[in-house]
């Protein structure tokens, strides 16, 4: 039986190139076939496989609209098509890939040294090191002037003290950019989280984005190097990341391949039956990949043949 695609009914998928008709497919076939056989169980238990991460590196979609450090480069039309097929099989797997992509890798690539670029990027791109993006308090929301989290100076490096609320990613996170309050206005801090004095205690019993961890981001006394700061951005714009909507508009203009993409159809198929690549073989059998527990702890045997849902 035929579908008809959302694109179908506003009558623009002729606009579309042939390479962002084949990114748009290889995601939707990710989705119908990894996604949405488990979303129901995910939901019931309130978390998700974090396995997704590593096979979202694998298909290039972290950070796909970035240029360098591992990155697809893809253009906004492009990104916004994967986002939408995400979206099609939960809002929680879509906030997962775009907070890495959009929040805590764009904020690393626009505002790092590029030692902080080289040192953070190219992991999470593949899905190896998770992120997650620490603006939201409990008092304020998203408002960054009147966060109360506040980084102070040690000398040469930082003390900061502070919570962050409803944060994705913040449990099973290797690293959070944390926005906090400082003498010289709002900067950004990269975090890694076994600092001590970091923790995130995962939010449950959640109404909605229910597959999805969502967490509360504690800062007691987390002392930093000096070079832990963004160094390229102080004050709202930083925590906003209101220069990317310059990006997109750019790469609108100018839209660039997305290689890593348009040729992982075969690849997605073995992923998609829990076919891990040769490299992470090891990784599967000790159930664990990139520090996290997957596999049967997530409900999911590797052998299990893909779903049938529809869209």
């Not at 506003?10 to 990114?23: K, N, Q």
């Not at 056989?37 to 590593?54: C, F, K, T, V």
């Not at 930083?238 to 750019?250: D, F, K, N, Q, V």
């Not at 839209?255 to 992982?264: C, F, K, Q, T």
Request: charged share 25%; net charge neutral.
């Amino acid at each position: 039986m035929s579908r008809t695609g959302p694109l179908e009914l506003l009558g623009i998928d002729h606009l579309l190139t042939e390479e962002e008709r084949d990114i748009q497919a290889t995601v939707r076939e990710w989705v119908e076939q990894r996604v949405k056989p488990n979303i129901a169980d995910w939901y019931e238990r309130g978390d998700l496989d974090l396995a997704l991460m590593r096979e979202a590196g694998d298909l290039g979609l972290l950070g796909m609209h970035l240029e360098g450090y591992g990155c697809a480069g893809a253009n906004a039309v492009s990104y916004g098509l994967a986002c939408l097929e995400l979206e099609a099989g939960d809002s929680g797997v879509r906030s997962m890939v775009s907070v890495q992509g959009s929040l805590a890798m764009f904020a690393i690539w626009k505002f790092g040294s590029e030692e902080q670029k080289t040192t953070w990027l190219p992991k999470m791109a593949a899905g190896e090191a998770i992120g997650c993006f620490g603006l939201t308090e409990s008092d304020f929301g998203s408002n960054p002037a009147g966060m109360r989290t506040r980084a102070k100076r040690d000398g040469d490096d930082w003390v900061i003290n502070g919570t962050k609320m409803w944060i994705t990613n913040g449990s099973v996170a290797d690293v959070a950019v944390v926005w906090a309050q400082t003498d010289d206005g709002i900067k950004g801090f990269i975090v890694p989280t076994d600092t001590p004095g970091f923790s995130a205690p995962k939010i449950t019993k959640k109404l909605s984005l229910r597959a999805s961890v969502t967490s509360e981001l504690v800062l007691e006394d987390v002392h930093l190097p000096r070079d832990a700061v963004l160094p390229d951005v102080t004050g709202l714009r930083g925590p906003l990341c209101l220069p990317e909507r310059g990006a997109i508009r750019h790469r609108l203009r100018c839209p660039r391949r997305g290689a890593r993409l348009s040729g992982n159809r075969d690849r997605l198929r073995h992923l998609a039956r829990g076919v891990r690549p040769a490299a992470r073989l090891s990784a599967a059998h000790s159930g664990k990949a990139g520090g996290h527990d997957v596999g049967a702890a997530e409900g999911i045997p590797a052998g299990a043949a893909p779903g049938t849902a529809q869209r």
